[in-house]
């Protein structure tokens, strides 16, 4: 119950901030610190963190990470990134009818167009997807710096989390869902290869570079 009170009282003044509709919130009952945000549009959105996060953050930190999601609500991310979604499938799709097309032909004498067919068109569809997520990252972490007033603050608890979720991974959630939270649950290997969160080490600079500018 103290988790739910803190974090409602922490989005209830950052909506406030931001000129938002408040927002459903909820607590998740995970160690993983990380959080997220979704809903189709301001009015139907709904805050979520996890006990993991609520126990690693002081409140400015909190403050932070949770503007940086009211931020993607409030520039209609979470739309931007079906509309994303639904072109790159378009694009993956429109190369498994040429790769077929290729096969029905027996157009099999040019394998390096076949094989730029089976394999550019997906990779093409996954990295338009990821440069996306990427950008829209960048501008939340501005966006939640700007409504929280606390950029270092934001920046301190990228770099816990970072931590956290390295300490404590998410082991039951699907990797297709890791756009969502403000640092990436799937840490290591290829995931980190084709991560949908750019380097927090980036995302840390910029937010220090946003204090300077600011102070």
């Known amino acids: 119950m103290y988790y739910h009170s803190r974090l409602y009282k922490i989005v209830e003044d950052l909506t406030r901030k931001a000129q938002l509709t408040m927002p459903r919130v909820f607590v998740i009952p995970d160690r993983t610190p990380n959080e997220f945000a979704t809903g189709r549009n301001p009015k139907h959105a709904a805050a979520a963190a996890t006990e993991g996060i609520l126990k690693l953050l002081n409140d400015d930190e909190l403050e932070g990470v949770m503007a940086h ?86 920046a301190n608890a990228l770099h816990k989390l970072h931590q956290g979720v390295a300490k404590y991974p998410m082991t039951n959630a699907n990797p297709a869902h890791s756009h969502l939270f403000t640092v990436s649950p799937f840490l290591g290997g290829v995931q980190k290869l084709f991560s949908t969160h750019p380097p927090i080490e980036e995302r840390i600079r910029r937010l220090e570079q946003k204090s300077a500018a600011i102070s």
């Open 69 to 154: 999601e009211l931020a993607h609500v409030k520039h209609r991310d979470i739309l931007t990134g079906k509309i994303a979604a639904t072109f790159a499938g378009a694009i993956d799709m429109l190369g498994q009818f040429a790769r077929y097309s290729a096969a029905n032909r027996q157009r099999r004498q040019n394998p390096i167009a076949l094989l730029f067919i089976m394999v550019g068109a997906p990779l093409a569809a996954m990295l338009i997807r990821f440069m996306i997520s990427r950008v829209r990252e960048y501008s939340a972490d501005a966006g939640g710096a700007d409504i929280s007033g606390k950029p270092l603050a934001l």
